[in-house]
C-alpha cells in the first residue's frame, strides 16, 4: 500500500501586518475540498514561513554542497531544512512587494537546493493585480531550482480596484492592517478563483502521481 502523500502550503507573509494566513486557509479549504473524494487525498500542513525567522544567508556551506560536503551549522537552517523535506510537494501562497517577490520568500527558497529537487509546487499569489508580477518571477526562480511548477497559477487580485484613486479598494484597505476584507474573503473562496486553485491543485495531484509512478519502476 502506497503511503499517504504531503503537501506543504507555504504562507510567503512574514510581516507584522499581514494576511497570508488567512489566505492560506482560504486555499487549505479550497484543495483539502477537491481532494476529499479521491481515495488517495493527500495530507495538508500550513507552513508559516514567519516561524523560522530565517536571517539572509548565513551558513559557510552554499545550500548545493548540502549535505554532501558537509552540514549546516545554525539551527534555524536545519529546522528550515527539516520541515520542507517532510513533504511530497508544496503550495506556494505569496503577496508581491514592490512588483516582485518579497525578499523574505526569496530567501527561504534560496537556503535550501536539494530538498526542493524534483519536487511538484503550485505558484498562489494574491496583491492588487492578482501578484502577477511574483507569480511570473516564482515560476522562473522555482523552474531554476529543478521544481516541476503547475501550470495553472491562480492569481488573487482585490476587488473593487478604483484606477482613479491609486488603484485603492476595500480589500487593499484591510489588507494593510492584516485584515481580509469580507469581499476578498467571498471572491477568493468562491466563483473563478476557487474554479482556479482546484484547477492548480489537480495539476499538482498529477505530477505527485507522476512522481510517485517513476519512483516505484
Known sequence: MSAVKSIGIIIGSTRAARIGPQVAEIVKSIVEGGAASSSAAPTFTLIDLKDFNLPVFDEAL????VPAYGEFKHQHSKDWTNEIQKYDGYILVSPEYNYGIPGGVKNAIDFLYHAWIGKP????????????ASSEALVKTLEGMKLSVAETKPQLSFPGR???NRNMSPGLMSSMAGELHETAKEEWSNGASKDLILKGYGELATKLESKKDSEEK
Open 62 to 65: 552554499l545550500p548545493a554542497m
Open 121 to 132: 509546487i503550485l505558484i498562489v499569489t494574491y496583491g492588487i493585480f492578482g501578484g502577477s
Open 162 to 164: 478604483d484606477e482613479n
